[in-house]
């Protein structure tokens, strides 16, 4: 893992026990809820420690910053090539590691933009809001 951030970024405890509690769950969680998890180990870590490192973290590829079009950011511990499907109703996120690749569907396309990304996501209704749309009819 040392050997993932660099020569001069350290793996400092904070960040190890980040990426732990980040690559443990599949929920797509937020900062938020990163900070809960991370406080259950380390009570005296504050909100903008656990910002600035899932940040860090981001950057060098080691976690996936998702944010939606409002602006919510939620992070993924799973960088392997894969897509994400965000509920319309409660805006859980899930996986999906079975859609087409869409590598290099950039090019080609007629824009004066410098292409820097592409991301794929899914939208839908997960199965506890159709339980609960059903339950309401």
Request: with cysteine.
């Given at each position: 893992m040392k050997e993932l951030l660099g020569k001069d970024m350290r793996l400092t405890n904070q960040r190890r026990i980040i990426l732990e509690e980040l690559k443990a769950v599949t929920t797509h969680p937020t900062a938020?809820?990163?900070y809960g998890m991370v406080r259950q180990k380390m009570p005296r870590i504050s909100l903008g420690t656990v910002y600035r490192n899932l940040e860090v973290l981001s950057s060098l590829g080691?976690?996936?910053k998702?944010?939606?079009?409002a602006?919510?950011?939620?992070f993924d511990g799973d960088v392997s090539p894969h897509h994400h499907i965000r509920c319309d109703?409660?805006?859980?996120?899930?996986?999906?590691?079975?859609?087409?690749d869409?590598?290099?569907?950039?090019?080609?396309?007629d824009t004066d933009f410098q292409i820097t990304g592409v991301s794929l996501e899914f939208s839908g209704i997960c199965p506890r809001c159709q339980s609960e749309k059903k339950l309401a009819q």
């Open positions: 938020d809820e990163i080691l976690v996936r998702l944010e939606n079009a602006g919510q950011k939620r109703v409660c805006g859980k996120v899930g996986d999906i590691f079975d859609a087409p869409i590598a290099g569907i950039e090019h080609g396309l």
